[in-house]
């Protein structure tokens, strides 16, 4: 029993435990079930299955492949890392959503069906709610009734497609490649899309992760996206939609980026850039790309978990987080500047860190597929994901004027989880091995070619010399951009029982045309070259080093980037 016991049932079960323990044991009893819970993903093998039923449905509440084998592990490790950085924290309500949300996402992550699926997504976005919630402030509070609406409604389209697929199908299991001739396809595709932030569905993220507790902001920078993007990796690859979608998250997150002052939401608007990647991989819908998106997820997730726990040290001791408040802390938290430069470094792709050796295999791949566009587009965002998170939060934290604020004292716990995370970092990206064999597809790619070594090292440089000349406009101010959360927290106040009404008319009478339309696009929706995705199949293995782009475009794109830059800061006087 215990070789298909489904690591969501230890976290759930624990969240109750949680509730009813004193707050002197509870730190260390969330650590504890946290890591039983990820014990149990390493015990797990491929092809274990558990299966039930209720209510007349056959329900697979574990199923385990090659898919969701390494986002399995990498959301339980998470877990046990991110509950030893909030090691300090007291509050029961806080841990117990905490706990239930990483349930959650191990619950989506070995769901075999689509009712097993919908229920822990729905866990997911009541229990991430909860930790906007946890922060109690004014801010925060509509913050979070903003987040749980869109994603409620956000699983209102899941359900939509669900049950559409009951009736086209007549069963709920998730049997591989969703087709794009299934209108339902589409509304499922809606509802993942969102939790992905792929724009114009994104806002939520920027909005709410900023205004998250300090320690809640680890796991909300790990899991909706990253279960998202396993799900689009398992039932979208191949569809056309998403190479341009993800195209477009990479450039909109680093555009956004520059214009904000948080340091948390920064560091959310790089999500939604770097997610881009992964939902790129996914679109194009090869076995490198796909190999591509799975291992960014991973490392990902640690580089991104570092800088959130670096920002929630800077909050947490000094209870700011607005660049222009900030500055000149670096002589007072000094660990705490390495450890986050790690991270920094890693979401840069630095060499031997772990953002170089899964970043360039999505690159790789879109060059392989005779993408040109696309490679040199995700190229051009690598530039502003150094200059934003690699420079200018550094320099305006931790380096430039002193502020006057003096942080206080860091709890051990904090450092003690940077500190695993950041050798995390840099060992997969010294020993990458380590993180290619647990990918989907058998993979034959060197990161350290001279070629790419050259490549970034030009990204790398420029992008330095572009941000020193232009650092006085890259700084902090004290405004909000208007992004497209706009629509829903006052566009729609006047207009919002119109658009109901217009939006009910257009629906009744494009049911027709929709059908005809997606009829015509699922003709040019998936890659044809796609490998086969279900599990057992032959996939073929593909050698990408010498698909390299020329490496003196690395210079031409930073420019290029640059002088846009250049351009958007003018304007914004």
């Known amino acids: 029993m215990i070789e298909t016991l489904p690591p969501a049932f230890i976290l759930i079960v624990g969240a109750v435990l949680l509730a009813c323990l004193p707050g002197r044991v509870r730190p260390t009893a969330f650590i504890v079930l946290a890591a039983l819970a990820f014990a149990q993903t390493l015990r797990l093998s491929d092809g274990a299955r558990l299966t039930s039923t209720y209510a007349g449905f056959d329900l697979v509440l574990l199923n385990v492949d090659q898919f969701n084998r390494i986002f399995g592990i990498i959301f339980g490790l998470i877990g046990v890392v991110a509950g030893i950085y909030a090691w300090h924290v007291r509050s029961r309500g806080e ?31 009541v229990a991430s709610a909860g930790l906007i919630f946890a922060r109690n402030t004014g801010e925060s509070r509509a913050a979070g009734f903003r987040y749980l609406l869109v994603h409620l409604f956000g699983g209102s389209l899941l359900l939509g497609g669900i049950i559409w697929h009951q009736i086209e199908y007549g069963h709920m299991e998730m049997l591989g490649r969703l087709d794009p001739q299934f209108t339902g396809a589409w509304l499922i595709l809606l509802g993942v899309a969102l939790n992905a932030a792929i724009p114009p569905l994104h806002s939520w993220l920027p909005d709410a992760y900023p205004r998250a507790t300090v320690t809640g902001a680890i796991f909300m920078s790990a899991l909706t996206t990253k279960s998202a993007v396993y799900v689009l990796l398992r039932l979208f690859p191949g569809w056309e939609i998403l190479v341009w979608g993800g195209v477009i ?29 992964m939902v790129a991989g996914v679109g194009i819908g090869t076995a490198l790309s796909l190999n591509g998106t799975a291992a960014h997820a991973y490392s990902h997730i640690l580089y991104k978990a570092l800088l959130f726990m670096g920002a929630g040290v800077v909050l947490h001791t000094t209870g700011k987080s607005k660049l222009t408040e900030l500055g000149g802390l670096g002589r007072y938290l000094p660990l705490t500047l390495w450890l986050f430069m790690i991270g920094a470094f890693s979401i840069s792709g630095f060499p031997l860190f772990n953002g170089f050796i899964s970043k360039s295999i999505i690159v790789s791949a879109a060059g392989y597929d005779h993408r040109e566009a696309v490679m040199l587009l995700l190229l051009l965002a690598s530039v502003g994901t150094f200059l934003h998170t690699g420079l200018k939060i550094p320099v305006f934290t931790f380096w430039g004027p002193d502020s006057g604020l003096r942080p206080k004292a860091v709890p051990r716990n904090m450092h003690l989880a940077m500190g695993v995370v950041a050798f995390l970092c840099i060992f997969y990206g010294v020993y990458p091995a380590a ?3 647990l990918l989907p597809y058998p993979i034959d790619y060197q990161p350290y070619t001279l070629a790419h070594l050259i490549e970034a090292v ?11 000349i232009l650092r006085s406009k890259l ?8 992004d497209t959360d706009w629509f829903y927290r006052r566009g729609l106040r ?24 997606v009829g015509f ?11 086969p995705v279900s599990p057992g199949q032959p996939v073929p293995v593909f050698n990408e080093n010498e698909h390299r782009p020329p490496v003196g475009r690395a210079l031409a794109l930073t420019v290029v980037f640059l002088l846009l830059l250049a351009g958007l800061l003018l304007a914004r006087g």
């Open 95 to 125: 841990q117990v959503v905490a706990m239930l949300y990483a349930g959650g996402a191990l619950g989506v992550t070995y769901a075999g069906d689509f009712m097993t699926l919908l229920f822990y997504w729905e866990l997911m976005a």
């Open 249 to 277: 998250m990479a450039l909109y997150g680093v555009v956004y980026a520059v214009l904000a002052n948080d340091i948390r939401q920064i560091l959310a608007y790089h999500i939604v850039s770097q997610v881009g990647y």
């Open 435 to 437: 993180l290619y064999q």
């Open 458 to 468: 030009q990204l790398l440089t420029f992008t330095f010399v572009g941000f020193w």
């Open 475 to 482: 700084a902090g101010e004290s405004f909000i951009a208007i």
């Open 494 to 517: 006047g207009i919002g029982s119109g658009l109901v009404t217009a939006v009910n008319t257009i629906f009744s009478a494009g049911v027709r045309a929709r059908e005809a339309v």
């Open 521 to 531: 696009v699922a003709t040019q929706a998936v890659n044809p070259y796609a490998p």
